[in-house]
């Protein structure tokens, strides 16, 4: 080899070596939170407090779990205080039948300040007098949700209103409406993968990556599982659309990729886990495998 060429030869792989430090420094780090809900762990029979489970979700690196419905706050949050871990949404019954709110939720709320909790309530009439998808108790809605974004003001949080395939507010693009009315900076909403695929056509979902554009601004956390990507004729519709993270034929990756990479969605996530039966310990060790997978994926992701 001539003394050209051998000059040529380290300039190339100079060229190389620096063009790896250069893609390392500037991969994007995925810096949302990952979190779980309670049902990861809720109903295991060892794991049957909410000290044991909250120990075992900070063990297991989760960023963060449920507080579910108020009838399980103060439980959950002497826990989640003993522990140090955070309560990463505070998911509370909101009814079009009064009394609309449980009582406790204003303060619960102010003891939740400064923590950072999101408070998702989800939407239902108990009367079936409202029904799903409908719009008839919608000014009921926005004056109650501008109660709750007042109270979570106080305390520096932020509301996100957690459509649920057959309540009122089962769909994103309502829960959108809604938002946009009731007009406060600190109200958004969630966008939970199996419930929008629970309540949506093949033909919506071929729109999804626009739809989340429009839902982006408003988007306080979302939730995902694994899932089947099909229109589920199941009896029980979670069979198909709440799998464990990292299984089922949908592209959960692919969603959350483009919600990260594209979009540049900088909220927390979660996984949902209800309905998944077996070992406990086997389900959280195994999200946590997925996600780490997807996390990698994501930082070397161009």
């Not at 790896?20 to 939170?33: G, H, M, P, R, Y």
């Not at 489970?53 to 002497?78: D, H, R, S, T, Y």
């Not at 019954?93 to 709320?109: A, C, G, M």
């Not at 974004?149 to 996100?160: I, R």
């Given at each position: 080899?001539?003394?050209?060429?051998?000059?040529?030869f380290k300039y190339l792989l100079l060229i190389v070596f620096l063009s790896c430090i250069l893609e390392s420094?500037?991969?994007?780090?995925?810096?949302?939170?990952?979190?779980?809900?309670?049902?990861?762990?809720?109903?295991?029979?060892?794991?049957?407090?909410?000290?044991?489970?909250?120990?075992?979700?900070?063990?297991?690196?989760?960023a963060g779990v449920e507080i579910n419905q108020v009838e399980n706050f103060e439980g959950m949050k002497a826990?989640?205080?003993?522990?140090?871990?955070?309560?990463?949404?505070?998911?509370?019954?909101?009814?079009?039948?009064?009394?609309?709110?449980?009582?406790?939720?204003?303060?619960?709320?102010?003891?939740?300040?400064?923590?950072?909790?999101?408070?998702?309530?989800?939407?239902?009439?108990?009367?079936?007098?409202?029904?799903?998808?409908?719009?008839?108790?919608?000014?009921?809605?926005?004056?109650?949700?501008r109660e709750i974004g007042d109270w979570a003001k106080q305390a520096g949080l932020e509301v996100a209103i957690?459509?649920?395939?057959?309540?009122?507010?089962?769909?994103?693009?309502?829960?959108?409406?809604?938002?946009?009315?009731?007009?406060?900076?600190?109200?958004?909403?969630?966008?939970?993968?199996?419930?929008?695929?629970?309540?949506?056509?093949?033909?919506?979902?071929?729109?999804?990556?626009?739809?989340?554009?429009?839902?982006?601004?408003?988007?306080?956390?979302?939730?995902?599982?694994?899932?089947?990507?099909?229109?589920?004729?199941?009896?029980?519709?979670?069979?198909?659309?709440?799998?464990?993270?990292?299984?089922?034929?949908?592209?959960?990756?692919?969603?959350?990729?483009?919600?990260?990479?594209?979009?540049?969605?900088?909220?927390?996530?979660?996984?949902?886990?209800?309905?998944?039966?077996?070992?406990?310990?086997?389900?959280?060790?195994?999200?946590?495998?997925?996600?780490?997978?997807?996390?990698?994926?994501?930082?070397?992701?161009?």
């Amino acid at each position: 080899m001539s003394k050209p060429e051998r000059l040529f030869f380290k300039y190339l792989l100079l060229i190389v070596f620096l063009s790896c430090i250069l893609e390392s420094a500037f991969a994007q780090k995925v810096t949302n939170d990952f979190f779980t809900l309670h049902n990861i762990i809720r109903g295991d029979s060892v794991y049957n407090t909410f000290e044991k489970q909250v120990e075992l979700l900070k063990k297991a690196g989760f960023a963060g779990v449920e507080i579910n419905q108020v009838e399980n706050f103060e439980g959950m949050k002497a826990a989640l205080d003993k522990y140090q871990m955070p309560g990463s949404y505070f998911y509370v019954k909101v009814k079009l039948e009064e009394p609309y709110i449980d009582p406790r939720l204003k303060e619960y709320i102010g003891k939740l300040k400064g923590s950072k909790t999101i408070i998702a309530p989800f939407i239902l009439s108990e009367s079936k007098k409202y029904k799903p998808s409908g719009h008839d108790a919608d000014t009921l809605v926005i004056r109650l949700m501008r109660e709750i974004g007042d109270w979570a003001k106080q305390a520096g949080l932020e509301v996100a209103i957690y459509p649920h395939r057959e309540y009122y507010v089962e769909r994103t693009d309502h829960a959108l409406d809604l938002v946009r009315q009731i007009d406060r900076r600190n109200v958004g909403l969630t966008f939970n993968l199996c419930h929008y695929l629970g309540t949506t056509s093949q033909i919506e979902r071929s729109e999804l990556k626009a739809h989340l554009k429009e839902l982006k601004p408003y988007l306080k956390m979302i939730t995902v599982s694994g899932a089947n990507d099909v229109i589920s004729q199941q009896k029980n519709v979670w069979q198909d659309y709440i799998l464990p993270l990292g299984t089922g034929s949908y592209d959960t990756y692919g969603l959350i990729k483009y919600l990260v990479k594209d979009l540049k969605f900088k909220k927390p996530i979660g996984v949902q886990c209800y309905n998944i039966s077996g070992d406990k310990l086997l389900l959280i060790n195994n999200t946590m495998t997925a996600w780490k997978d997807y996390k990698s994926r994501l930082e070397t992701a161009k």
